[in-house]
């Protein structure tokens, strides 16, 4: 019990922490709040496939992007559709591309699953540059925000503290969602495919379909963060889709530790600030990018919620020995 | 312990690094996004252009700034990506009010940028996005096109090739919308111009093409009195590094054939001596103040403002128009834009109320060994072509303005 509330309590004070912010910050964080929201999903997702079942894929931006084209063409084509349906449509699509993807590539695992992932990014990526008609091709398309009506009441998310209301809730909701997904026995059956997946077989699970059920999820997952990125940027284009959208991920999952599951969300906030104040002071951020996520890795390979981790333990082992010496 | 100790220095490292832009914020300026691309391929273009604006914000700072501010750039690295470019002048409008933006590099980015400024209401303005289509079926009152398209310039080169009385003429472009658009427009003036004149072949290639041998076979085998071409960049150079020595010797009539950067990337002069072009600001325009804005550029700068001048023009007639309106307040200067002529370094522009599209002259130049300019072969005044006369009516751009 005691354990419960130390988990429920941080969780709960955070997020009363984050519906108070639009009182506090201005728009323009609110705005990086919001993207910080969105790539927290994302990142997430990426983590249950790399951090949880061990499975480094490089292609989990076409989730996202498909996703993301989706709901863009959805809103530009279908008139007056409504933004549930449009972030509906995206889903799904995300869903059945991990269906049949998924399908795919069960079998596979460790640099086959990596590179195959790869191909099939590359594969989404040339099909968004080459229908010029449908994606916009280079140009991209820019999407209006369409109109949010849940039963009979039309809920205003035009201005950036609105949207954000709309992000936090939703995402949040899913967010919370997916961490309480490790704490099943489903969850659970991932961890254990990680660690060792001859004896999984021996006691009677089909790891292929723990696999496949887990990537369908995660698909789908960076689909819902896909479809609010096109709502969130009112733009899609190509850079949604392309690989660089993975690596993106991967450096904010590495950079917040793999170990944990707030680890990435921890990564994706130090990544979107650094990213933004270091890009309005040089125009080759992507280097110090690169620097820091070197640096990461020879120092700091636990990312930095390792590094907390760590504090925390050795801070707990000095007070145990310092109540040890009290008592002599 | 040691790994510790380096975890802990780098987080107060990064920790300075969010702090330090935080402590160094701007006084009371009036701020001017640039939109560039300043890294990756076309970074050179970028950095042209975006001198070009910094010459004109530094003039008018020295003659005591707009309506007594100071003009501050902000430089914004698009990396050609409409998302990128868009996304940070987002930033830029929530968190320091930024009101004007511009940009001369890629019509994707143009495109976005336009759909921001109208959302935003904020003012865009471009010196060298060219797709006929931004103040076209995509026009809106926030952007403004201080510069030609593919329609006019098109159109300047067909009135050109016209006048010399060509009797067929070979096409060149790169297969992708620009080039087709472009190619399009030269065609549909060319036969109203001169209906007799055939059109030998016309050829596409993808852009980024590395062997041209067998487009310029088709060329040679064509005979063609001249060649026209919207190629650019490396397509040009291509073009005629590899055409000339296979037989090609005709006359080539190009979007961007006055660039120093290609012409001096050639080594050989005798590989563009005699080509043609026309451009909306050059370096040779005979006029009063573009001699004394060469001269001065020069001066200060220590070279000349090929490209550049396009980015200075463009923004002193931005500027034109926030005096005419007398404030900085958006509406007001859309506005005191629409219907304004200015008369600078590369003739008298008039921005056309309709559709945001300036009514610009084109200069004619002609490629020759002996110039004031620079070692290699460079440009030569060779004419003017009046802006009546490729002026694209408002009912054919597809525009339609809403307020």
């Known amino acids: 019990m005691k354990a419960k509330i130390s988990l429920i309590l941080p969780i709960i004070s955070v997020l009363v922490l984050l519906l108070l912010m639009p009182l506090v910050l201005k728009n323009y964080h609110l705005n990086i709040l919001t993207e910080i929201i969105i790539f927290a999903l994302y990142a997430v997702s990426y983590n249950l496939l790399l951090g949880y079942a061990g499975l480094l894929s490089f292609g989990h931006a076409m989730f996202f992007g498909l996703a993301a084209f989706v709901t863009g063409i959805a809103i530009i084509h279908l008139k007056g559709i409504g933004m549930i349906t449009a972030i509906f449509l995206g889903v799904f699509s995300a869903f059945l591309a991990g269906v049949v993807i998924g399908s795919l590539l069960l079998r596979h695992k460790g640099s086959y699953f990596a590179l195959l992932t790869l191909a099939f990014n590359a594969l989404f990526y040339a099909v968004a540059t080459k229908w010029h008609s449908v994606t916009g091709g280079d140009d991209g398309l820019n999407v209006p925000r369409p109109e949010l009506n849940v039963i009979f009441a039309k809920i205003p998310v035009e201005t950036v503290p609105q949207f954000y209301y709309f992000t936090l809730i939703v995402l949040g909701i899913v967010i919370l969602f997916v961490w309480f997904f490790t704490r099943t026995a489903m969850g659970k059956t991932v961890l254990l495919m990680r660690e060792n997946e001859e004896r999984m077989k021996f006691i009677g699970y089909s790891t292929n379909l723990s696999r496949l059920i887990l990537f369908i999820f995660t698909g789908t997952l960076a689909g819902l963060a896909g479809a609010f990125y096109t709502l969130h940027f009112r733009f899609v284009s190509i850079s949604a889709i392309s690989v660089e959208m993975t690596t993106v991920v991967l450096l904010m999952t590495f950079v917040g530790g793999t170990r944990t599951f707030w680890g990435p969300i921890l990564g994706v906030f130090v990544y979107i600030i650094l990213q933004n104040y270091l890009s309005d002071i040089t125009d080759r951020w992507p280097l110090f990018m690169g620097l820091i996520f070197v640096f990461m890795v020879l120092f700091i390979p636990g990312g930095l919620s390792g590094f907390i981790m760590d504090m925390k333990e050795r801070v707990a082992k000095k007070r145990e020995v310092a109540l040890e010496g009290n008592q002599l | ?403």
């Open chain 2, 1 to 403: 312990m040691k790994r510790r100790k380096k975890g802990w220095l780098f987080l107060l490292c990064s920790f300075l690094m969010v702090l330090w832009p935080v402590l160094a914020m701007g006084a009371d300026t009036i701020k001017l996004g640039v939109t560039e691309p300043l890294s990756g391929t076309f970074k050179d273009i970028g950095e042209r252009y975006l001198d070009g604006v910094k010459y004109a914000v530094e003039t008018i700072n020295a003659g005591g700034g707009l309506l007594g501010k100071k003009i501050e750039i902000i430089p914004i690295d698009s990396e050609l990506k409409p998302d990128v470019a868009s996304r940070k002048a987002q930033n830029l409008i929530l968190k320091e009010g930024v009101k004007f933006f511009c940009g001369g590099t890629g019509s994707s980015v143009g495109a976005a940028m336009s759909q921001l400024a109208n959302r935003e209401n904020v003012i865009f303005y471009t010196y060298g996005m060219e797709a006929a289509s931004l103040t076209g079926d995509k026009c809106n009152k926030n952007f403004f096109r201080a510069t030609s398209n593919t329609d006019t310039r098109s159109y300047a080169l067909a009135v050109l090739m016209a006048q010399k009385g060509y009797k067929s003429i070979a096409i060149v472009a790169q297969d992708y919308s620009f080039g087709k658009e472009a190619v399009a427009a030269f065609k549909k003036k060319m036969a109203e111009l001169s209906p007799q004149t055939k059109i030998v072949a016309e050829l596409y290639h993808p852009a980024g093409t590395k062997d041209f041998a067998p487009y310029v076979s088709q060329i040679v085998a064509a005979k063609p009195d001249a060649i026209f071409t919207p190629n650019w960049g490396n397509d040009l150079t291509l073009l005629l590094k590899q055409g000339r020595p296979m037989g090609m010797k005709q006359k080539i009539f190009s979007y961007y054939i006055n660039d120093e950067v290609v012409i001096g990337s050639l080594g050989d002069d005798s590989l563009v001596i005699g080509d043609m072009g026309v451009e909306i600001y050059t370096l040779s325009a005979p006029t009063k103040k573009n001699k004394e804005f060469v001269a001065k550029f020069y001066k200060d700068r220590g070279y000349y403002p090929v490209m550049r001048g396009k980015g200075y023009v463009a923004t002193m007639f931005w500027a034109e128009a926030v005096k005419k309106a007398g404030s900085f307040d958006v509406n007001a200067i859309i506005k005191a834009w629409e219907g304004l002529s200015y008369d600078g370094p590369a003739g008298v522009w008039t921005m056309r109320a309709a559709d945001h599209q300036t009514q610009l002259p084109f200069w004619v130049v002609e490629i020759v060994k002996n110039n004031p300019y620079y070692k290699h072969a460079f440009e030569k005044h060779a004419g003017v072509i009046n802006a009546k006369d490729v002026e694209v009516p408002v009912d054919q751009t597809g525009c339609k303005m809403s307020n």
